[in-house]
């Protein structure tokens, strides 16, 4: 069996301070994991991916990860947020089938 | 490139009603997987098709089916629509083959269908 939890539902930064999504994955065997963003009315885009090779994984935008196994978390940060990052973000775990977080909504404030 | 593309964008039915969706994947891929999201939560799983045969199903009803044709496109049907099926409806597609776990998905921008 496989799930995630994504621990905010809701993180509002102001521009040009850190940014961290939480989400803590369940897996029965090694997973894949995933973060994606919507922005309103839009399809999915692909943030970044963890396929178990280096643990600390860079994405689009500045964005990046950390597979950490012990914590079995993968959350995402960025060092400085960006008026255009303000979006729902989706983190996912993958065996078989994708198994898509709640989302976490981030507001970015002037 | 393009990318994923899906037609319609916006559907309006009425209970009891049929609905098609389309889905054309990105060129060189094999796999399509369709996703409902709900207004306010993440997309579920509904189906994944790789060279034209059924891979995945998720925890839909039979109302709910697909097909992938030879050129690798899809089609959503959903059977005596519902209220509750009211959503955005997106498509993914990906290589296929290898380990599902490291078969990258790319989303289309969904078709939103509401039912009335």
């Known amino acids: 069996a496989q799930s995630v939890t994504q621990l905010d539902s809701h993180v509002s930064v102001s521009e040009g301070t850190p940014v961290l999504l939480r989400c803590n994955y369940s897996?029965?065997?090694?997973?894949?994991l995933f973060w994606y963003v919507q922005h309103p009315n839009k399809g999915l885009q692909l943030l970044l991916k963890?396929?178990?090779?280096?643990?600390l994984v860079k994405g689009i935008n500045g964005f990046e990860a950390e597979f950490k196994k012990s914590e079995t978390s993968f959350h995402l940060t960025k060092p400085s947020a960006h008026m255009s990052d303000a979006a729902e973000y989706f983190c996912v775990v993958r065996n078989n089938d994708m198994r898509f977080g709640a989302g976490t909504r981030l507001t970015v404030k002037p | 490139d393009a990318g994923v593309t899906q037609s319609p964008t916006h559907l309006i039915k009425t209970r009891g009603q049929h609905v098609t969706l389309r889905c054309s994947p990105i060129s060189g891929h094999k796999s399509v997987s369709w996703y409902q999201q709900v207004l306010g939560q993440g997309p579920q799983f509904i189906f994944q098709?790789?060279?034209?045969?059924?891979?995945g199903r998720g925890n839909f009803p039979d109302r709910f089916s697909a097909r992938q044709f030879p050129n690798y496109s899809s089609e959503l049907n959903v059977n005596a629509l519902l209220l509750g099926d009211s959503a955005l409806y997106l498509c993914?597609?990906?290589?296929?083959?290898?380990?599902?776990?490291?078969?990258?998905?790319?989303f289309g921008p969904g078709t939103r269908l509401t039912v009335l």
């Open positions: 993914a597609s990906s290589l296929g083959g290898g380990s599902p776990r490291t078969d990258t998905q790319y």
């Open positions: 098709y790789y060279e034209k045969e059924e891979r």
């Open positions: 897996s029965s065997y090694s997973p894949s």
């Open positions: 963890y396929t178990s090779a280096a643990t």
